[in-house]
T-cell receptor
């Protein structure tokens, strides 16, 4: 069964360092999402791509976060510089425009710890 | 601004009983609402979608209702099992998620 891949699964970094997360969506899924999930809270949408274009990045802290999906397939989310408050699970999800339920398929996430 | 709330952080029930979880939203009229299940350390998994013109949707032991007047969705798990223990999240069509309700089913 096709799955969304994310790497790394875990990342520990010191504040002020740069970190990057990678996501490979399910093949053929045009829509890709990055979420941040703080423990005990629901996922918070950071950015949504349709193919290679950004559809919604209104919640992305653009002073330190950036996201790209250059060829409309895999995507990278970067934080520079990382702050203590960025410690969270970063989830990637993808969906198909043809999906009946508009369901999102989530990857396993990257657990970021900023020291 | 729009808001989405799930009724409680945690719900504990006995095996075999029906679990009922609530999702309320304000300042929005979604065309549909989704429910997801999330296990610790994993990404959410889609369960059900209910559209604004549907009153009720069922899938095996799961049932979802949608009341657009009350701006509320109810999620029911009948004949609950310990394996149903997880966090359940509701999401609006704009991809905003509630904080989730952590369900524990005790044997």
């Amino acid at each position: 069964e096709a799955e969304v891949a994310q790497s790394p699964r875990y990342k520990i970094t010191e504040k002020s360092q740069a970190v990057a997360f990678w996501c490979d969506p399910i093949s053929g899924h045009a829509t890709l999402y990055w979420y941040r999930q703080i423990l005990g809270q629901g996922p918070e949408l950071l950015v949504q791509f349709q193919d290679e274009s950004v559809v919604d990045d209104s919640q992305l802290p653009k002073d330190r976060f950036s996201a790209e999906r250059l060829k409309g397939v895999d995507s990278t989310l970067k934080i520079q510089p990382a702050e203590l408050g960025d410690s969270a699970m970063y989830l990637c999800a993808s969906s198909s425009l043809a999906g009946v339920n508009n369901e999102q398929f989530f990857g396993p996430g990257t657990r970021l710890t900023v020291l | 601004s729009q808001k989405i709330e799930q009724n409680s952080e945690a719900l504990n029930i006995q095996e075999g009983k029906t679990a009922t979880l609530t999702c309320n939203y304000t300042n929005y009229s979604p065309a549909y609402l989704q429910w997801y299940r999330q296990d610790p350390g994993r990404g959410p998994v889609f369960l059900l979608l209910i559209r604004e013109n549907e009153k009720e949707k069922r899938k095996e032991r799961l049932k979802v209702t949608f009341d657009t007047t009350l701006k509320q969705s109810l999620f029911h798990i009948t004949a609950s099992q310990p394996a149903d223990s997880a966090t359940y999240l509701c999401a609006l069509e704009d991809m905003r998620f509630g904080a989730g309700t952590r369900l524990t089913v005790k044997p």
